[in-house]
C-alpha cells in the first residue's frame, strides 16, 4: 500500500493524541515499584482513557485482551498484563497506544524496578539513545532505511542484538500503515522521507542474542536465550524542518534537547 502522507491539520490532531498518552504513560511510570500488581497498570489506563475520552487502540486489536502491553525482563513485547508482582531489580517495558479524533498515537519505553543492576540500566540507555539516533536520522530527503542503521549503529556496537521480526511502522488512522521501518539495515535505501510522513519508531534490543519465541498466550514475546531486553518508541512526524516528536513525555525534554538536536520537541 502506499504511504499515507498527513495534512499539518491531521498531525496536529496526533499531536493532540500524543500529549495524552504521554501524560497517561508518566502516570504508568509513576506507579512502577517493588509490589506493584501488573492488571493494576491495566486498570489505571482504562480509567484514565475513559476521564480523557481517548479510545483504547490496543484493546480488541486482533483479539489483544488488555488496554496497555507490560513486558518484563526477558519478555520483548505484548506482554498481557497479569496479577504477576514486580520485583525489585526487574525491567518492564510499557507499550501503550491510544486513538484520539480517529488518528493513533503509540509509544513505549522501559524503566527499572527499585534498584536495578549497572548492566540492566546500561541496556535500558543503549536502547533509548538507539531510538532518539533513530529520530535524528528522520529528515526530509533521507532514505527510509537511514533511520534503520542510525538504530542500529547506536546498538550493535555496546554488543546487543536487535530483534528482526517486529519492527517500527507508519501510523495514522490505523496503529499500522505503511513503510514498515526495521531497527537494522544498510543506509540509503526505501523511499525517500518527505515531509507529512509519520511514523512510529521502536528499536527492541536484547542483552543476548536476537532470535525469539512467542508464549502459549499467543501474545507476549521473550528472548529465545533468556537475555534481557528493552524496548523503546516514539511516534515523529517528518516536516520540512527535520523531525517532530509527538508522543514527547515531560521528563524527555532535557534529554531530547540532548540526544537529538536538532530535532524538533514540540511542548
Known sequence: ????????????????????????????????????????????????????????????????????CVSVNDEIVHGIPSGRELQNGDIVGIDLGLTHKGFVA????????????????????????SLWAGIQAARPGARLSDISHAIQTCAEPEGYS?????????????MHEDPQVPNFGPPGRGPLLQKGMVLALEPMVNMGDCHTKQHDDNWTVSTLDGSLSAHFEHTIAITEEGPVVLTLRSDERELAATLAEPAKVRR
Open 162 to 174: 536487535l530483534v528482526r521480526e517486529y519492527v517500527g511502522h507508519g501510523i495514522g488512522r490505523a
Open 106 to 129: 503509540d509509544s513505549a519505553l522501559t524503566v527499572g524496578v527499585g534498584t536495578i543492576g549497572q548492566e540492566e540500566q546500561r541496556l535500558i540507555d543503549t536502547t533509548r539513545r
Open 1 to 68: 500500500m502506499p504511504i499515507i502522507i498527513k495534512s499539518d491539520e491531521e498531525i496536529a490532531i496526533m499531536h493532540e493524541g500524543g500529549r495524552i498518552l504521554a501524560e497517561v504513560l508518566e502516570l504508568l511510570t509513576a506507579e512502577i515499584h517493588p509490589g506493584t500488581i501488573i492488571s493494576d497498570l491495566d486498570t489505571i489506563v482504562k480509567e484514565e482513557y475513559i476521564r480523557r475520552d481517548v479510545v483504547p487502540t490496543f484493546l480488541g486489536y486482533h483479539g489483544f485482551p488488555a488496554h496497555v
